[in-house]
């Protein structure tokens, strides 16, 4: 039944619409615009003459109060609270997106630099109002009062996720924290906004006592260019919905930048454009978000209800999603400077620090805390059980449709064949397992009967390449630094050609044997002490960032870093590169060095990106890049004693001194500290599995060399220097010969000896 109440407005609206042209009248009087004067010069607006709308400040970048009228409303305690929320999504964003690099989840998206976008408004929100978001908008689920462990059973899809799994990660929602769950396609949230506000204002007028309440819709920039944006703000406009909409301008929408995606002042001039009360605000400076927010609350509820328009400049900071690289379009340099001169959360902390109601250990003590909670409620929710898989069926219809009940039965007869849902992967994992193995042991046959047809007989007068060649010590290694210049951006392939993909198994091992981070023989109480570890021809990255992860993740010791060093610039390059996918903690713990193993006194940095008090301009902005894939001329040493660890993975049969390097890495360890190598072997403890072996990497390794990087003689070189490595026991001699002291035969055969793991100790003295 329609109320009294909205009948009569109604109704007067339709009154106030009946207007006509008066004679000489110097107003426009069209019904479709009632305040306009007549003008008698034709004159077209343009935008460009209009000053851009101004961007609303409470507290500057040091975190020093610049507007005279604010005063804060919230206690000490309050304030703490919401800066914790923002460490809090900061923290957990990190983790999540290394733990989706590592497989453990299947997407993730960063909010870093927005964070005081989206806990600053919702700071100024009710429990009761209504909320839409993006999905970038963490948050304001942890500011409402969304737990560690709602976000992870959302994102590892286990069966405390009420959404049951149906979603991908970070598609939160929540009935009891008024969230609306988040849809993918963007915009749509926003006309389903002003819906939810009209109802809510209808809901007011049938019924005064229930207490008022008003929407927020959280969108970017980007989704702005949807029609749904122009539909929602236009119907919450005229039909006067208490809705505050809140855009997230940060700069991007994937790969659009903003001077693509618009011509006009940014999306604050739509809101006006609307009839629509808007305001532009920084959106590093919380309290500037806060304030805003909390009068855009006020005016949504004023005159019965009418939208409000946010528009917050931010920046992201992060890539769009763990599917993006946003350095193919956006220079690292621009990142580097927003991160260090505009974060919304060292802002806040500088004003608390002023304050005087935050430090230096409230602030460790506060990460350190939050890290825990964040890995605790990790490890939680991936250990649960998946939702069952009768309900992705549920929910949807009241009533099953014919179509889904076909499928249902398609999957009850799978089942009823394999009765225990867990073995049914199980047992797809086997038959998986088996093929692969039928299909090796058919290569490896091909490869044994075309030796035994004679390939064999040529193999003595066979033409060497350099890998057999004599040459001198320089020679070497200016061919094998043109070797794995050749193979550097394939290396990754080339690893799982030389060794079926296994070299991934043997190098987890070899990190977890090493067990960085964690160190029974410190000194003090806490074996996790800072450490200092050298990866010796490490320039892809792929043993340094193992290590630090299970130092900084697995061991929770943030306190190591790992030096990379590499002869090899271009490998270097790429590992640099990929560094780039790490969390900033873990980038900020790496250096790499262009340096020679044998002679580690003369290090060549790869410049380091810039420091935080380094200030850059933009103008030096293309030099610091230039500086950054150029050789430094500078050299500086790795110092006697100062590495507790060094390692050398699949590189050390390269160098053209052994024994000089096996002497260069005693100098550069500690008293104490560990030599690990790790690299290809002789597998010839089983003959029949040797000569295999050798078949497969002679024959199959260059000609797939010359198919997959048309580079038969890289391939050919390396295959050979495998060849030529000593062996486990002339090489365990040798690393004695150096001075190190081994335990046992000195050495740990992986996969029949195709590879071995060596380490030794530098005496203590
Ligand atoms: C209707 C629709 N079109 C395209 C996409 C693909 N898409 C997902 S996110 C995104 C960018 C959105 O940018 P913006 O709204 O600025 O938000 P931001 O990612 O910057 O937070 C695009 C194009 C989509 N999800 N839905
Ligand atoms: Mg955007």
């Given at each position: 039944m329609r109320s009294p109440n909205l009948a009569s407005q109604q109704q007067h609206r339709r009154h106030a619409g009946s207007i006509s042209q008066r004679p000489d009248s110097k107003h426009v009087m069209f019904p479709g615009a009632v305040k306009s004067a007549f003008s008698y010069t034709m004159r077209f607006e343009q935008p460009s003459t209009y000053p851009a709308l101004p961007t609303y400040r409470v507290v500057d970048q040091n975190g020093a109060?610049?507007?005279?009228?604010f005063v804060p409303d919230l206690s000490d305690e309050e304030v703490i609270k919401l800066y914790r929320d923002m460490l809090t999504v900061s923290i957990m964003d990190l983790i999540m997106f290394d733990a989706q690099r590592q497989g453990r989840l299947s997407f993730y998206m960063v909010s870093a630099g927005e964070e005081a976008v989206s806990v600053g408004t919702a700071s100024?929100?009710?429990?009761?109002d209504v909320v839409f978001c993006q999905y970038r908008e963490q948050g304001v689920f942890k500011q409402r009062g969304f737990t560690l462990n709602d976000f992870m059973n959302q994102l590892f899809a286990n069966q405390k996720d009420p959404g049951k799994g149906r979603?991908?990660?970070?598609h939160y929602g929540s009935r009891e924290l008024n969230i609306h769950t988040i849809s993918?396609?963007?915009?749509?949230?926003l006309p389903q906004a002003s819906g939810a506000a009209y109802a809510l204002k209808i809901q007011r007028m049938q019924d005064p006592s229930i207490p008022p309440r008003v929407v927020a819709a959280y969108f970017g920039e980007g989704a702005a260019s949807e029609g749904d944006f122009h539909a929602a703000l236009n119907i919450a406009a005229t039909r006067s919905c208490p809705v505050i909409f809140i855009c997230?301008?940060?700069?991007?929408?994937i790969s659009t930048p903003t001077l693509e995606q618009?011509?006009?002042?940014?999306?604050?001039s739509r809101g006006l454009g609307y009839g629509i009360e808007t305001i532009r605000v920084d959106g590093n400076d919380f309290w500037a978000v806060r304030e805003v927010t909390k009068k855009a609350r006020e005016l949504a509820l004023q005159d019965g209800g009418k939208p409000v328009l946010i528009e917050a400049m931010t920046y992201?900071?992060?890539?769009?999603?763990?599917?993006?690289?946003s350095f193919a379009y956006r220079a690292r340099v621009e990142v580097e400077d927003w991160k260090r001169r505009d974060n919304p959360i060292a802002r806040l902390r500088k004003w608390m620090e002023a304050k005087g109601c935050w430090d230096e250990n409230k602030e460790k003590e506060a990460r350190e805390s939050i890290r825990r909670d964040v890995l605790k409620a990790f490890s939680e929710a991936e250990r649960e059980k998946k939702p069952p898989?009768?309900?992705?069926?549920?929910?949807?219809?009241?009533h099953l449709t014919p179509d889904l009940r076909k499928q249902m039965k398609e999957l009850k007869s799978q089942i009823e064949r394999y009765p225990d849902e867990d073995t049914m992967t199980d047992r797809s994992l086997i038959i998986v397992t088996v093929l692969f193995v039928l299909i090796l042991t058919a290569l490896l046959t091909y490869c044994a009967v075309k030796y035994v047809r004679g390939v064999a007989a040529q193999s003595a007068e066979q033409p060497t390449h350099f890998g057999f060649e004599t040459v001198t010590e320089g020679e070497k290694r200016e061919r094998v630094a043109g070797v794995f210049t050749s193979v550097a951006e394939s290396y990754d392939r080339m690893n799982d050609l030389m060794s079926f993909g296994w070299h991934r198994v043997w190098k987890d091992h070899f990190v977890a044997s090493l067990n960085?981070?964690?160190?029974?023989?410190?000194?003090?109480?806490?074996?996790?002490g800072p450490q200092h570890i050298l990866d010796i021809a490490g320039g892809t990255g792929d043993i340094a960032f193992r290590l630090l992860h299970t130092a900084h993740?697995?061991?929770?010791?943030?306190s190591v870093r790992v030096t990379i060093s590499d002869i090899n610039r271009a490998m270097l390059t790429v590992g640099r590169q990929r560094s780039a996918s790490l969390p900033a903690s873990q980038q900020a713990a790496l250096t790499f060095v262009e340096a020679n193993a044998e002679d580690l006194t003369k290090t060549r940095p790869l410049h380091p990106y810039p420091s935080a008090s380094e200030p850059t301009s933009h103008d030096a902005q293309g030099k610091e890049e230039q500086a950054f894939f150029e050789p430094a001329t500078a050299t500086s040493e790795i110092p006697s004693?100062?590495?507790d660890l060094y390692t050398v993975a699949?590189?050390?049969?390269?160098?053209?001194?052994i024994p000089a390097a096996l002497r260069e890495a005693h100098r550069v360890l500690k008293p104490g500290g560990v030599f690990a190598c790790l690299e290809f072997s002789?597998?010839?403890?089983h003959p029949l599995f040797n000569a295999l072996y050798k078949e497969w990497s002679f024959r199959a390794i260059p000609l797939i060399g010359q198919l997959?990087?048309?580079?038969?003689d890289s391939y050919q070189y390396l295959v050979e220097s495998i060849e030529r490595f000593p062996s486990q026991e002339e090489f365990r001699d040798m690393i004695v010969d150096a001075g190190f002291v081994v335990a046992g035969q000195g050495y740990e055969d992986l996969t029949g000896g195709v590879a071995a793991i060596h380490k030794g100790m530098k005496p203590r003295a």
């Open positions: 109060v610049v507007d005279p009228d100024a929100l009710a429990k009761e979603n991908m990660p970070v993918s396609p963007l915009a749509t949230q997230r301008n940060n700069g991007y929408a618009y011509r006009g002042d940014g999306i604050a992201r900071v992060s890539h769009h999603s763990t599917s993006d690289d898989v009768r309900t992705m069926f549920e929910d949807v219809y009241e960085p981070g964690f160190s029974p023989l410190t000194s003090g109480p806490d074996p996790r993740v697995v061991n929770g010791n943030p004693n100062s590495v699949f590189g050390i049969r390269n160098f053209s001194n002789k597998a010839d403890k997959v990087a048309a580079d038969r």
